[in-house]
């Protein structure tokens, strides 16, 4: 009955995802293109078109491709150290696009970003909010409240990832603090 349910993607995700417990640099690599379905992968898409291009700009195609594997598996790396022992497959590209987010964190402090607000009836409309506020929030409310409360692990979502991606995306930053803008799109 189990086998039933059992799909042949969640058996390439078992295969090809990340598992601390049984770590290869294959899966390490491969765990950053998979998915756990559409709106997994169209939330992270969203995510990097808003954030993406400008990082892209500062970095070139090549220097972005480099900064983009580092933080996933700087944000792979991170989380897997809450759960060593675990057998479940991390992936998602969402540890990767955090490192993303946070190189913009650092170089575009005064950039704003357009948010849509649906607090129905009472308040629909688009604001311009200052980029860090945005990404403090993402960091800090999304993710570091999260991964404190349930003690690093919660209901399937890798918030030590985001974090660890995050904190890599800062460091690449900093290290490239004073890198003009390299080509890319405009």
């Known amino acids: 009955q189990l086998r039933q349910q059992i799909s042949a993607y969640d058996l390439f995700v078992f295969r090809y995802g990340y598992r601390p417990a049984n770590a290869s640099l294959l899966t390490l690599f491969s765990s950053l293109f998979l998915h756990a379905g559409w709106f997994h992968l169209v939330g992270n898409m969203i995510y990097l078109w808003i954030f993406g291009n400008n990082v ?15 933080s996933g598996i700087a944000a792979t790396l991170f989380f897997s150290l809450f759960v060593p022992g675990s ?7 969402s540890g990767a696009i955090s490192g993303v987010l946070g190189c913009y964190f650092v170089w575009f402090p005064r950039n704003q970003v357009k948010v849509f607000v649906f607090l129905f009836p009472f308040i629909v409309d688009i604001f311009l909010i200052p980029a860090p506020l945005v990404l403090g929030l993402y960091l800090v409310v999304d993710n570091l409240l999260p991964f404190l409360i349930n003690a690093g692990s919660s209901g399937g979502v890798a918030h030590g990832a985001h974090i660890g991606g995050f904190i890599a995306g800062v460091v690449i930053a900093g290290i490239f603090r004073n890198r003009a803008p390299r080509g890319g799109k405009g």
């Open 56 to 70: 892209e700009i500062r970095l070139g195609p090549i220097g972005f491709l480099a900064a983009y594997l580092a």
């Open 87 to 93: 057998e479940a497959p991390m992936i998602g590209a």
